[in-house]
């Protein structure tokens, strides 16, 4: 291991032993979870990474958000980077690019947090799954109809045929 590798590991590996529990400040309202901003993170990881000599840098470069932790005196550096998925609305984009951002950051660092507003980043991704007669889904579909839910709700999980759809009209 040359001399660069071993000062930006030895940098790392101290900047990890203080960091500490990253407080998780901020809520999603629509999933109702806590998760850490990434303001809030950055703001909290200023003093680390100044008294490391780090440079932080996230860049959006070839169609990926990209973290780096740059060692400023030796030279060296990690990076940590997502692909963004293909998204047309800007501010769907604005709101991945930010998950992203604490996401890479968050694995760069190896930080220990549960899964915070994936959710909200998930559904820009992730095709929505027919819902099937005869399934724990479908049972419980019913009761949500029957306890007063409407089809439109049930419509934001999944795909729902026009078969489906009639049925639940009758419920």
């Not at 030796?74 to 709101?95: A, C, H, M, R, W």
């Not at 934001?156 to 078969?163: A, D, G, I, N």
Request: hydrophobic letters at 35%.
């Amino acid at each position: 291991m040359n001399k660069k590798e071993a000062s930006i590991n030895e940098k790392l590996f101290n900047l990890q032993q203080e960091i500490g529990t990253v407080s998780k400040d901020a809520t999603n309202p629509f999933y109702k979870s806590k998760y850490f901003d990434i303001n809030s993170l950055i703001k909290q990881l200023q003093p680390l990474l100044k008294k490391h000599r780090l440079l932080l840098l996230q860049p959006i470069e070839e169609d990926m958000v990209v973290s780096k932790l740059l060692c400023i005196d030796g030279g060296g550096g990690v990076v940590s980077g997502l692909k963004l998925p293909v998204i047309t609305d800007p501010q769907k984009l604005g709101s991945c690019i930010t998950y992203y951002r604490r996401y890479t950051l968050s694995s760069l660092l190896g930080l220990q947090s549960e899964d915070d507003d994936a959710n909200a980043a998930s559904e820009v991704t992730e095709e929505k799954k027919w819902l099937n007669p005869n399934t724990t889904e479908y049972s419980k579909a019913i009761e949500f109809i029957k306890g007063g839910g409407s089809i439109e709700a049930i419509k934001t999980k999944y795909k729902v045929s026009k078969k489906l759809a009639d049925e639940f009209a009758q419920l």
